[in-house]
């Protein structure tokens, strides 16, 4: 039965010591000289061990029950609470510039000027979650690769595995400007190069390259199941094979149909760098359609229920399913929004266009700096304008061979 106050104080001392037991290992022993001391028992690591949680009546039934329940949170993430509390202890005397976290702070503060606001915002939640409450545990002189690891396996067992990588990443830079500022003699990250688990990743599905021209027939038949807009926004996604974020916040402002291109900006791009679009023919003749629907707002595929915000990430997905290519629908195979750079890259360098002005095309960034500066954005623009159109012919003949073989 569950201990009660009332038994706590009907309880008189004895000539040797009274054990009054609640439930979960919590036990209240009582001296022979009327003293009360609450204690848990517990097994850790296959040790029986017994954990001091306060004295009676400063440490109500009430609050030791709390204090219990916590250590048996510990213990199920796996930490031992009699060392917790050391712990604890200690990090009570610890001076702010002995923590991690301030560090963290101060590395972050020097930093962040060179960061976008979304990518600063991210990489500091990304570090608060998952590091401060562990490296806090240790001054900042006691930390050590081991104790790095540890934290770096929790966020693996989780199964995620590129968190794990960024924060080591992040952690390690974090260390590093300690040393560059005196804080530190060494970098306990510094030799856990390798460490992170690896696994096999998963291209997003694409169509095969056969199966483009009956999907082109579908997509052009869709207005007879969704909504028009939908079917364009999924239209201009192949046609310009750009990611799909980047069609779905499309604003007629970054459009000169004149000059017959698409000036995506800096900010909406993944890789922070302007990326120009030619328009073909058929583009254009996806545009002339949206501009009834559209052409009052900001955006050009705007969300159904509010007019200023973009289509959700799921609508074009959700469409395609609909159209039967889920995976699961017979003759056809699976297909995803992101899916269609693949094919565009796989048809344009199998036929024998520039690979770096499909690359280019493609908004792929190149790391080498000498090859970036190479690579401007706006290098090969009459390559890029010609091979933009054979696409868009390419995928209207794709189409037509498949209405060609219905009639026939």
């Known amino acids: 039965m569950p201990l009660t106050s009332l038994e706590i104080k009907q309880t008189s001392p004895q000539e040797s010591d009274i054990w009054l037991s609640d439930e979960k290992g919590l036990r209240l022993l009582i001296k022979p000289n009327g003293a009360k001391y609450w204690r848990m028992k517990y097994r850790f690591e296959g040790k029986q061990k017994t954990l001091a949680l306060g004295v009676y009546p400063e440490i109500s039934l009430k609050d030791a029950r709390i204090a219990r329940d916590k250590a048996r949170l510990q213990l199920a993430e796996g930490f031992d609470p009699m060392a917790e509390k050391q712990i604890s202890k200690k990090q009570s005397l610890l001076g702010d510039d002995q923590k991690f976290s301030v560090l963290a702070l101060q ?227 699976r297909a995803t929004p992101h899916g269609f750079r693949a094919n565009a890259s796989s048809v344009l360098n199998e036929k024998g266009f520039n690979p770096d002005a499909i690359e280019r095309q493609l908004s792929h960034m190149e790391r080498n700096g000498v090859r970036a500066a190479y690579t401007h954005h706006a290098r090969y623009m009459d390559e890029r304008e010609s091979m933009m159109q054979w696409w868009a012919d390419f995928l209207d003949e794709e189409a037509q061979k498949i209405i060609r073989s219905h009639v026939h």
């Open 107 to 333: 590395w972050y503060e020097h930093q962040k000027g060179t960061w976008d606001e979304r990518h600063a915002s991210r990489l500091w939640n990304r570090l608060e979650s998952n590091t401060f409450v562990e490296l806090d545990r240790l001054p900042l002189e006691n930390i050590r690769p081991h104790d790095v690891l540890t934290v770096i396996r929790k966020i693996e067992a989780r199964g995620a595995l590129d968190v794990a990588a960024r924060c080591l990443q992040d952690v390690r830079r974090v260390f590093r400007y300690g040393v560059q500022t005196g804080r530190l003699m060494h970098n306990p990250a510094a030799d856990l190069t390798g460490v992170i688990k690896t696994y096999q990743s998963k291209h997003r599905a694409s169509l095969p390259i056969d199966e483009l021209g009956q999907f082109m027939c579908d997509l052009r038949q869709y207005r007879t199941r969704g909504r028009l807009l939908t079917q364009l926004a999924i239209e201009m996604l192949i046609l310009t094979f750009v990611r799909p974020g980047e069609v779905r916040g499309a604003r007629w402002s970054e459009f000169d149909l004149d000059k017959r291109l698409w000036r995506i900006p800096a900010e909406r791009m993944k890789m922070r760098t302007e990326h120009l679009v030619p328009l073909s023919r058929q583009i254009l003749e996806v545009i002339e359609q949206v501009k009834p629907i559209s052409g009052q707002y900001e955006l050009l595929f705007p969300s159904e229920r509010d007019r200023s915000e973009a289509l959700s990430d799921n609508t074009m997905r959700r469409a395609i399913f609909r159209m039967g290519y889920d995976g699961e629908t017979d003759g056809k195979s």
